[in-house]
């Protein structure tokens, strides 16, 4: 299904949200749409991570008890989250940035006042959130074999081409696995359940709020993910 506007330039001015569990490939395709059409990827997380680890804020406690949290897996303080975004979006808004999210807003709390927000500045019509499906067992397989750029944050998934890769493809940063995030029992016992308990309820609300929820199946090859969000989202050249 093809959701493209009447003019092919509109695009470029949406907001893509890509949901779904750990390891559904949610940062890859935000940083597809990135690369290839010119999105902005607003990653929360990479934002929260220039916040703690910015030099000029380790002596701040409060900054560095959020650092402590983002470290240890858990969902940061849900308020502090939307002014760090209201403030980020902001800039991009005046820049003329179209946006995608990867895994935001992450809490109900977020979506209540973050979708809004969202709204008023680019129009309901142009919000556009897409579910990237998979199973939980091949969340704590994709998760627990992949490793992280420790410059950029993009993630290597284990493949029989990736096994020996040392160095990040993009920027050749070191390649390093986040043992206290990645392991199975973290994905099992902790990351996959606030997902199921924080997360999907942000789905209901956007559908609630009369958003078409894009359903994506996310267990195929990346490259053929992509090739299916383009399609729907009416990308193609």
């Not at 890509?18 to 290839?36: E, H, I, M, N, Y």
């Amino acid at each position: 299904m093809n959701i493209q506007s009447d003019a092919h330039s509109d695009w470029k001015k949406r907001v893509v949200f890509c949901f779904g569990l750990p390891g559904s490939g949610k940062s890859t395709q935000a940083d597809f749409l990135a690369d290839r059409y010119g999105f902005f990827h607003f990653d929360t997380g990479k934002e929260i991570q220039k916040i703690v680890h910015d030099p000029a804020h380790m002596n701040d406690l409060v900054i560095q008890e959020h650092r402590r949290v983002f470290e240890s897996g858990v969902l940061n303080d849900p308020a502090w989250v939307r002014q760090l975004i209201h403030e980020r979006v902001g800039n991009l808004v005046t820049e003329g940035k179209s946006l995608v999210f990867s895994g935001s807003p992450r809490t109900l709390e977020e979506a209540e006042d973050i979708v809004p927000f969202l709204a008023g500045l680019f129009g309901k019509e142009n919000l556009l959130p897409l579910l990237i499906e998979i199973s939980e067992d091949v969340a704590v397989y994709r998760n627990s074999h992949r490793r992280i750029c420790a410059l950029c944050r993009r993630a290597v998934i284990w493949s029989e081409e990736t096994e020996k890769w040392i160095q990040c493809p993009v920027c050749g940063g070191e390649l390093v696995t986040r043992d206290n995030l990645d392991n199975a029992e973290t994905i099992r016992n902790e990351r996959i359940p606030q997902y199921l308990t924080r997360t999907k309820p942000v789905l209901e609300f956007i559908e609630k709020e009369g958003l078409r929820l894009i359903k994506i199946n996310g267990e195929q090859l990346a490259d053929q993910v992509h090739t299916d969000i383009v399609e729907v989202l009416g990308l193609e050249d």
